[in-house]
């Protein structure tokens, strides 16, 4: 973890990513969010807009995890080293958590304005960025999986902004609304509990609820353990 870490902050990608992070941030929340005019002040023209966020720019830093390895033929040599794959898995997946991490928290301008022109409930602020967090994991460990098979990050990317993209879906009223037009009450339930959004929805409004953080965990558990079905089947050739 500490070498995938470090390898990150040595690269100018990371700089430009974390900068490209920040100003979308702010251009979302101040111009597209519409925050003075609302007239509130809260984080949650902020909020809002990281599942989109998130949907292409996290995917762009897990594609490299496994397939720079695959492509420069290195990957070989990472799996006959006496750590396990679960080692190696988390190692990776850690490190670009911890990035994504570092990218959230230099946000703190953003709550530092909230805060000087206003009141803002920082229970629902802290909620926020826990789910923003764990969210963020989410589709990074998508990334870990895809870019497990192939060697091409184009592909990688592409593969995880569209699952992720089914994920964040799911969610989104206008699919719901969809499905409740036609659909039984329990089959929209289960399909909108399937999705980042919806999930992220009740954090984002300071809800902090046992299941949301379980539902997280749980697609971050499900694909790493793909990612190591994946690895070890090719340890094993």
Request: glycine share 8%.
């Amino acid at each position: 973890m500490k070498r995938e870490l470090a390898g990150y902050f040595t690269s100018p990608v990371a700089y430009v990513f974390i900068v490209i992070f920040l100003l979308l941030c702010g251009f979302f929340t101040f111009s597209i969010g519409r925050f003075y005019e609302t007239g509130q002040a809260d984080l949650r023209a902020f909020f809002e807009w990281h599942p989109w966020l998130f949907l292409f720019l996290v995917p762009a830093v897990g594609m490299r995890l496994w397939a720079d390895e695959r492509r420069d033929g290195t990957i070989e040599l990472i799996l006959t080293l006496p750590v396990s794959v679960a080692e190696l898995i988390f190692g990776k997946f850690l490190a670009a958590w911890l990035f994504l991490g570092s990218a959230l928290v230099l946000t703190f301008p953003i709550v530092i304005t909230v805060a000087y022109l206003g009141e803002p409930d920082f229970g629902a602020v802290i909620t926020g960025y826990i789910g923003s967090f764990l969210m963020a994991g989410a589709y990074l460990s998508v990334g870990c999986m895809t870019s497990s098979l192939t060697r091409s990050q184009v592909i990688s990317f592409i593969l995880t902004v569209v699952i992720c993209l089914f994920f964040l879906l799911a969610g989104w009223p206008p699919v719901t609304g969809f499905f409740t037009g036609w659909a039984p009450a329990w089959l929209v339930s289960i399909v909108e509990g399937f999705s980042f959004m919806h999930h992220f929805a009740d954090m984002e409004r300071g809800v902090l609820d046992l299941r949301d953080l379980v539902y997280y965990l749980s697609v971050m558990g499900f694909m790493l353990m793909a990612n190591g079905v994946i690895l070890q089947s090719r340890r094993a050739s």
